[in-house]
């Protein structure tokens, strides 16, 4: 079993930054890819970014070039370094680990930018 704790989310102005956590409990983080989603009200979960065990990122074009993902095996977290934020930004994020069968989310935290 596979535990995610999201952390650092909060009211920010537009153009500000945040650093989201996820920190997984469990043996399978290092092997696993993990993603950061994110849901507004009234729409979708979408994938914001994700990286593979190997490092391998990829992003949401509406997060290009302002949001960074990366991991750190060794505390078996991952971020999510949000730059020049944008009140259409505002959602709750959460965290996702896959590997084969397994799919595990984490509670998810709240970011609101303000204009």
């Known amino acids: 079993q596979v535990q995610l704790v999201e952390s650092g989310g909060g009211l920010v102005q537009a153009g500000g930054s945040l650093r989201l956590s996820c920190a997984a409990s469990g043996s399978i983080f290092s092997i696993s890819a993990m993603g950061w989603y994110r849901q507004a009200p009234g729409k979708q979960r979408e994938l914001v970014a994700a990286i593979t065990s190997g490092g391998s990122t990829s992003y949401a074009d509406s997060v290009q070039g302002r949001f960074t993902i990366s991991r750190d095996n060794a505390k078996n977290t991952v971020y999510l370094q949000m730059n020049s934020l944008k009140p259409e930004d505002t959602a709750v994020y959460y965290c996702?680990?896959?590997?084969?069968?397994?799919?595990?989310w984490g509670q998810g935290t709240q970011v609101t930018v303000s204009s």
């Open positions: 996702n680990l896959k590997r084969g069968w397994y799919d595990f």
